[in-house]
């Protein structure tokens, strides 16, 4: 070392300045550190990756929603059906009520196929066929419910031996519980 000009200054030739610290202690330092961040990376992934979805609370299943009526004059009256079979028409899902149930209401299952569903309604040792067309498309529920397949422009057709007449008062089927058609029975 030598003294330079300037009062309490040093000058260190550069020949003695190597500093020799050994090659391992850095790369386990430089290893100790990355692991240490992998670690604390994920614990943050886990802590946060893991956090549950919300869950769907709205309606997954689509059912064409039936209400059966008798006229009596000009007033309308739910019909309790006993003994009745309803059935579905090329499906395998098909049978929808077993004779000794009794019900004023059904849903029928749209066929998610098809534009078209086909079912048997016996009752009273008649049989009545009912065919619903409609054009199936396809909606968001929510990121947590995901998608649903909808029925836009409900339409009916029918054989006439229980059934006077059918009145289509909604055309969208949808997860809703809103009723879609009713069932005019003859009175006997």
């Not at 386990?28 to 692991?35: F, G, P």
């Not at 006439?160 to 009145?167: F, L």
Request: with cysteine.
């Amino acid at each position: 070392m030598e003294k330079t000009g300037t009062e309490g200054s040093w000058k260190i030739p550069a020949q003695n300045l190597s500093i020799n610290l050994p090659v391992k202690n850095i790369k386990n330092a430089v290893s100790d550190i990355s692991t240490g961040f992998s670690l604390v990376l994920i614990v943050f992934l886990m802590t946060t990756g893991c956090q549950h979805a919300p869950k769907c609370l709205e309606p997954y299943d689509v059912y064409l929603h039936a209400r059966f009526v008798t006229l009596a004059g000009t007033q309308e009256k739910d019909t309790l059906l006993m003994n009745a079979d309803i059935y579905g028409i090329d499906r395998e899902d098909s049978l929808i009520t077993a004779g000794k149930e009794s019900f004023s209401k059904i849903d029928f299952p749209p066929d998610p196929n098809r534009d078209y569903c086909s079912f048997v309604f016996r009752y009273n040792e008649l049989s009545d066929t009912l065919v619903f067309s409609y054009l199936r498309s396809v909606r968001l529920l929510s990121y947590e419910c995901g998608f649903i397949q909808e029925y836009e422009n409900l339409g009916v057709e029918y054989t006439m031996h229980q059934i006077d007449s059918i009145a289509v008062v909604d055309t969208l089927v949808s997860n809703k519980d809103d009723e879609n058609i009713k069932i005019y029975l003859f009175r006997h």
